[in-house]
């Protein structure tokens, strides 16, 4: 491919990097084995057709969120981690097929996909994933507001809530309820300084930690505001 093409997504399982560069002429999906620390071995590549913007390992499948126009969610079997394979893909046709997914977080059922906001489409998908070879589309939510791409997720489990750090300025840091996985609904919003780009919540300190362009750059945001 292009060696000037930027990294974008990374996951790690015990020995196991998935890497995912932008989109190229070549290959956009890669494996390392990285028993050695200090000397991480390429092992398996894969082209894609689309930027990987985020992925996520789960057991010996990536689910894979990209740019490509008819596989936003694509399923990437790794058993044998010198050789990945595509073995599902998924078209996210409702409101703007243009739309790039961005973002997912999973659990062991349930997979949860950010996309770009446009024409009052949704942005806010949830799958079922317990056949990882044929994720199921369960709902689609419209969170509304101005600017509402979806670039990260990240799901609390013991909340039922998904975190949502969205394009919309007055309220960037969004929550989800999913108790009930085929009725979601926004449960709140606020502003969170700057412009955050990375957040992920720790259930053992009941904190959201959002990292951004803004002084400070690492913010955290207590449950008394989010719950």
Do not use: C, W
Not at 155 to 166: G, I, Y
């Amino acid at each position: 491919g292009t060696d000037n093409n930027d990294a974008v997504s990374i996951d790690i399982a015990e020995n196991l990097v998935v890497l995912g560069r932008k989109t190229s002429a070549g290959q956009e999906f890669f494996t390392f084995d990285v028993a050695n620390p200090a000397q991480p071995l390429l092992v398996g590549k894969i082209h894609l057709n689309g930027t990987p913007n985020d992925l996520k390992i789960s057991g010996n499948k990536v689910f894979v969120v990209s740019d490509d126009n008819v596989k936003e969610l694509q399923v990437v079997d790794i058993v044998n981690s010198s050789l990945p394979v595509v073995v599902a893909s998924f078209n996210l046709e409702s409101g703007n097929d243009t739309a790039d997914a961005l973002a997912l977080d999973l659990t062991s059922k349930r997979l949860y996909l950010g996309r770009a906001g446009a024409n009052n489409a949704p942005e806010f998908y949830i799958f079922n994933i317990e056949n990882p070879n044929s994720p199921l589309l369960l709902v689609a939510l419209n969170i509304g507001g101005n600017g509402d791409d979806i670039h990260h997720i990240s799901f609390a489990l013991v909340k039922s809530l998904a975190f949502l750090l969205v394009g919309d300025t007055a309220n960037d840091l969004q929550t989800v309820d999913v108790t009930n996985d085929l009725s979601p609904s926004v449960f709140s919003k606020i502003d969170v300084a700057g412009s955050p780009n990375q957040a992920d919540y720790s259930p053992l300190a009941q904190k959201m930690f959002v990292v951004g362009q803004a002084n400070p750059e690492v913010q955290i945001v207590s449950p008394k505001t989010v719950f």
